[in-house]
C-alpha cells in the first residue's frame, strides 16, 4: 500500500498526461503481450493460419508505443508552457499543504520564504510540480527521519551571472538531510528515466522534467549534494515586475498584460 500510495503522489506530481500516458501504453503492452500469447498458442498447435493477423495487431500496438514514448520524451524536454506573473509563495504553501500529507512523523517541514518577493515568470502548474516532485525526492532520501526546507528569496547576482549575465531570478530551493548523492549520481539524474529506486517506486522523470521546466522558463536548476550531507536543489526563475494576469485573461497574449 505504500508503495502505492508513493506510486500515485508521483503520478500526481507527474502531471495528469503523462499519468494518461502511462496508462495508454500499459493498454498498449496488454495488446501486444495478448498477441504473442494467441500466436504462442496457435504455433504450439501446428495452427499457422491467421498468425498474420496477431502479428498485424502486435506490430500496431508497438508502434502506438513507440509514438507514445516519443511523445512523453517530448513532454519531459519541451512541454508548452504558460509564463505568467505568479507568486511563489502561494504556489510553494499550497504544494506544502499536499506534502505534509505525505511526510511520515519523522520528517518535519520548514518553509523559509522571503518578504516581498518579485513575482516569478513562469507556469504555476510546472513550478507546482517541479516543486512537489523535488518535496517528494527529499521526502525518499529521507527514510530515517530529518529535516525537509522549502526556501525562496531574491538570488544573489552573482550566482546567477552563468544564467544570462542579466536580470533578476527568485530562488526556490529544496533541500533535505538526507543521504545525499555522490558526484556520479549527480551527474546522471536529469536524464530521463534514470532512478536508483526500486521497481515500481521511481519513473525516473522528476528531475528531467523540472530540469526541463527551469530550461524552458530561462531559468536553470542547480544541485548542491554530497553523500552524507544531504541534498540541495536550487530553482532559479527569472523575475517579473508586472502585476499578475488575472485567471480570465489567460488567453491574451503575454505582451498586452497589465503594465
Ligand atoms: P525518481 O524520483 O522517480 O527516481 P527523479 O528524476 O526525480 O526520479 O530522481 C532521479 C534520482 O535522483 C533518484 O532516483 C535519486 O537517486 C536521485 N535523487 C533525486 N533527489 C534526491 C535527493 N533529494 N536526495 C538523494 N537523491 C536524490
Known sequence: AEASLRQSQKMEAIGQLTGGIAHDFN????GIIGSLDMMRRRIADNRFDGLERYLETALGSAERAAALTHRLLAFARRQPLEPRALDVAAVIQSVAQLVTHALPESVTLRLAIADDLPHALADS???????????????????DGGELVISASLADPARVAAI????????????????????????????????????????????????????????????????????????????????????????????????
Open 27 to 30: 493498454n498498449m503492452l496488454t
Open 125 to 143: 502548474n510546472q513550478l507546482e510540480n517541479a516543486v512537489l516532485n523535488l518535496a517528494v525526492n527529499a521526502r525518499d532520501a529521507m527514510p
Open 164 to 259: 544570462d549575465g542579466a536580470g533578476e531570478y527568485l530562488l526556490i530551493s529544496v533541500a533535505d538531510t538526507g543521504g545525499g548523492m555522490p558526484p556520479e549520481i549527480v551527474e546522471r539524474v536529469f536524464e530521463p528515466f534514470f532512478t536508483t529506486k526500486p521497481l515500481g517506486q521511481g519513473t525516473g522523470l522528476g528531475l528531467s522534467m523540472v530540469y526541463g521546466f527551469a530550461q524552458q522558463s530561462g531559468g536553470t536548476v542547480r544541485i548542491d549534494s554530497r553523500p552524507g550531507s544531504g541534498t540541495a536543489i536550487d530553482l532559479y526563475l527569472p523575475t517579473t515586475r508586472t502585476a499578475p494576469v488575472a485567471d480570465d485573461q489567460v488567453s491574451a497574449p503575454a505582451h498586452k498584460g497589465a503594465g
